[in-house]
Nanobody
Framework: QVQLVESGGGLAQPGGSLRLSCAAS????????MSWARQAPGKGLEWVSG????????FYADSVKGRFTISRDNAKNTVYLQMNSLKPEDTAVYYC?????????WGQGTQVTVSS
């Protein structure tokens, strides 16, 4: 059974950092591209970052470029999102997702709140 389990969310101060993790199981993780997306209160889903299956390329939304870093460890079936210089507008539920061919899997999300 496919599972994506996010962790690492919580409360951070503006300018602070958090590291999200997403542990995958039930599929061949190393063949899937992985992404992070977020949904702020009252807003739609926003794509944040993506990484190729082998980690060779990474991609970022303009809103997080230079502050967030996506990475993956295929030996641990885990994708990460290092979030630095956090802003209040980064407050959202963050979701990881896996993509390959016609297959898309999503996690249940982890809350990130940036507030002083």
């Amino acid at each position: 059974q496919v599972q994506l389990v996010e962790s690492g969310g919580g409360l951070a101060q503006p300018g602070g950092s958090l590291r999200l993790s997403c542990a995958a199981s039930g599929f061949t993780f190393s063949t899937y591209a992985m992404s992070w997306a977020r949904q702020a209160p009252g807003k739609g889903l926003e794509w944040v970052s993506g990484i190729r299956s082998d980690g060779s390329d990474t991609f970022y939304a303009d809103s997080v470029k230079g502050r967030f870093t996506i990475s993956r460890d295929n030996a641990k079936n885990t994708v990460y999102l290092q979030m630095n210089s956090l802003k209040p507008e980064d407050t959202a539920v963050y979701y990881c997702s896996a993509h390959w061919a016609a297959y898309d899997y999503w996690g249940q999300g982890t809350q990130v709140t940036v507030s002083s």
